[in-house]
Nanobody, 122 residues
Framework: QVRLVESGGGLVQAGGSLRLSCAVG????????MAWYRQPLGKQREFVAS?????????NYADSVKGRFTISKDGAKNTVYLQMDSLQPDDTGVYYC??????????????WGQGTQVTVSS
């Protein structure tokens, strides 16, 4: 099983920024894609952003984070990032890194990291 380790979460005021990192215990170029999800307390886990590892690194974002969040990868470090700017209290939750595949254009998760807490205060 490939290990995914998230870091970079914490407490930030509304309007602030955080950068999450996901260190992958394998060569990320062996994957089709990776994505970030989040789970607010008491709610279902929801998609945040995905990136195709090859095919030009195409990215996709949830409407709620478009223009504020940026997903990126560093192949040399086998790490995927999520830069989060203009954070709002609704962005609060546990953020999970995942690796997966694209089937019919849809991202399908194969494995999860353990998660990192992000808390945005108003």
């Amino acid at each position: 099983q490939v290990r995914l380790v998230e870091s970079g979460g914490g407490l930030v005021q509304a309007g602030g920024s955080l950068r999450l990192s996901c260190a992958v215990g394998a060569n990320i170029f062996s994957f089709q894609g990776m994505a970030w999800y989040r789970q607010p307390l008491g709610k279902q886990r929801e998609f945040v952003a995905s990136i195709r590892i090859l095919l030009g690194g195409h990215t996709n974002y949830a409407d709620s984070v478009k223009g504020r969040f940026t997903i990126s990868k560093d192949g040399a470090k086998n790490t995927v990032y999520l830069q989060m700017d203009s954070l709002q209290p609704d962005d609060t939750g546990v953020y999970y890194c995942s690796r997966g595949r694209f089937i019919g254009g849809n991202y399908v998760v194969d494995s999860w990291g353990q998660g990192t807490q992000v808390t945005v205060s108003s």
